[in-house]
């Protein structure tokens, strides 16, 4: 079965300061892509980056970025000059089957203190 | 394109009642999800459609559950006898499958039943 386990249920961090989520999952695919969601308080959840498992080079959307290890099966999110607007529920989430349902983790709620 | 949209954004009912919430996609996204979600954990599959069809259904879906997606347009989820365990988050996602399957979210249907 998919798994995908968050080991940090809060974290919080500095204002312009860097903070580094981490996410490991297991699968018996040998395609598949690795998400992180951002879901703040009350508000929908919308993506933050994505990882195809085919590719070695990390993504890279702005201030955020992945490191992705495919062989230790881990996939940590690095958000760089930490603002205001980051503090939200953030999960890690790992397609699975024909179908691609995502399966999550339990989330890390990021707090970020001005 | 105004996103991915749920009605009702939340609903009051008692015990034994039914409910019905509906999703409308991301037009021309032919793959739509629905997922649960508890306080504190991440989202949990319910069922895809792809297109009209239902292709996938949870272990998590009972037989009090149904959904519908007529004409690959709209979906809706119907919890019929509602227990107070059904309260949760539900949210709906879809995509527009192909290589890179990407889900965008609805704002959810929070659902308390008393």
């Known amino acids: 079965a998919q798994t995908v386990t968050q080991s940090q249920p809060e974290m919080s961090v500095q204002e312009a300061e860097t903070v580094t989520l981490s996410c490991t999952y297991d699968?018996?695919?040998?395609?598949?892509?690795l998400f992180w969601y951002k879901q703040p308080p009350s508000r929908q959840m919308i993506l933050v980056i994505r990882?195809?498992?085919?590719?070695?080079q990390n993504a890279t959307e702005n201030r955020f970025s992945v490191n992705f290890q495919k062989a230790a099966k881990s996939f940590s999110l690095k958000i760089s000059d930490s603002q205001l607007g980051d503090a939200a529920m953030y999960f890690c989430?790992?397609?699975?089957?024909?179908?691609?349902?995502?399966?999550f983790g339990t989330g890390t709620l990021l707090a970020v203190q001005p | 394109d105004t996103g991915v949209s749920q009605n009702p954004r939340h609903k009051i009912t008692k015990r034994g009642q039914n409910v019905t919430f509906r999703c409308d996609p991301i037009?021309?996204?032919?793959?739509l999800y629905w997922y649960r979600q508890t306080l504190g954990q991440g989202p949990e599959f319910l069922t895809y459609?792809?297109?009209?069809?239902?292709?996938?259904k949870s272990r998590l879906l009972s037989d009090r559950f149904s959904a519908e997606r007529p004409k690959g347009s709209f979906s809706t989820l119907e919890i019929q006898r509602t227990e107070q365990g059904d309260s949760a988050m539900y949210l709906c996602?879809?995509?527009?499958?192909?290589?890179?399957?990407?889900?965008?979210f609805g704002p959810g249907t929070r659902l308390l039943v008393l």
């Open positions: 996602a879809s995509s527009l499958g192909g290589l890179i399957e990407t889900q965008y």
């Open positions: 699968t018996s695919e040998s395609d598949y892509y």
């Open positions: 990882q195809e498992a085919y590719k070695q």
């Open positions: 989430a790992q397609n699975g089957g024909a179908t691609n349902k995502l399966i």
């Open positions: 037009s021309e996204h032919n793959r």
């Open positions: 459609f792809q297109n009209e069809a239902q292709l996938e």
